[in-house]
């Protein structure tokens, strides 16, 4: 069955950075539109960053600049660089897939079938 494994969260100081990574398995990744979205307690999930089969990626505003989405083929294995990173950025990160999109991606909660545990980032200022 399809399953995502998120690792790579942690506390860091403002400024710092962080790489998370997606494992998949029960699926081949690189076929298909993959997002990494964010929970802040109190707040609704967002979309942060989404990537298609082509490698096409988009991100949300606040992100631009300092988050790169990609992907390893081979490993089946999606990531989140994060840099520059700030305060407001502290929230529970999730991987999704939506296995009804290879192109394009969605910024839609509900578009995304499969869903990580997620792994907490926290930044402190």
């Known amino acids: 069955q399809v399953q995502l494994v998120e690792s790579g969260g942690g506390s860091v100081q403002a400024g710092g950075s962080l790489r998370l990574s997606c494992a998949a398995s029960?699926?081949?990744?690189?076929?298909?539109?993959m997002g990494w979205f964010r929970q802040a307690p109190g707040k609704e999930r967002e979309g942060v960053a989404t990537i298609d089969s082509d490698g096409s990626t988009s991100y949300t505003d606040s992100v631009k600049g300092r988050i790169t989405i990609s992907k390893d083929n081979a490993k089946n294995t999606l990531y989140l660089q994060m840099n520059s990173l700030k305060p407001e950025d502290t929230a529970m990160y999730y991987c999704?897939?939506?296995?009804?999109?290879?192109?394009?991606?969605?910024?839609?909660?509900?578009?995304?079938?499969?869903w990580g545990q997620g792994t907490q980032v926290t930044v402190s200022s």
């Open positions: 029960g699926y081949t990744l690189s076929r298909y539109c």
């Open positions: 999704a897939a939506d296995l009804h999109c290879s192109y394009g991606g969605s910024w839609r909660v509900d578009e995304y079938n499969y």
